[in-house]
């Protein structure tokens, strides 16, 4: 009986294996779509602002540094949650110190994230006139309240 359980398992856990591995062959060849990077919302506002050639060429140096610097910072987040969960994960007693050092370090980073999201809309409104400021903005904040919508109906 535990031959058959054992081999069982063995098979569950290779089929397991293969369908992660199909996912990510598909995934990585782009047959699974990709998650959308912060700034692609961005690129389908300011199509249709009609900005000038000088417009488009600073916006889009704006963007991609935005997600240049979004990139960099969503990796620190993911470093300091995962060292994070590896400390809680582990069987050592951990101090109350280190736990929130680590927190405050996670914290930091999100501050960041936050300081540099601000940057780059201040950035932007910098760049556009105040007709194409108000239709980006007033177009941003409905698909913000549309993607928290969604995520709050998910939730119930």
């Known amino acids: ?35 959308h990077h912060p700034g692609m919302m961005h690129f389908k506002l300011f199509k249709q602002l009609d900005l000038t050639r000088s417009q488009d060429a600073e ?25 994070l969960f590896e400390k809680l994960g582990s069987r050592e007693k951990i101090g109350e110190t280190v ?26 409104k910098n760049k556009l006139s105040e007709k194409q400021a108000e239709v980006f903005f007033n177009r941003l904040a409905e698909h913000k309240a549309k993607k928290y919508a969604a995520k709050v109906q998910r939730k119930y």
């Open 99 to 124: 736990l929130n050092d680590h927190f405050q370090s996670i914290l930091k980073v999100e501050v960041r994230r936050g300081g540099i999201i601000f940057n780059h809309l201040k950035n932007i």
């Open 59 to 83: 916006i889009e140096k704006l963007v991609a540094e935005y997600i240049t610097k979004m990139d960099e910072v969503s990796e620190l987040s993911f470093k300091g949650k995962l060292a």
């Open 1 to 35: 009986m535990v031959k058959k359980m054992l081999i069982l398992f063995s098979v569950f856990l290779n089929i397991g294996f293969f369908i992660i591995t199909v996912y990510a062959v598909l995934h990585h060849k782009g047959f699974i779509a990709k998650r």
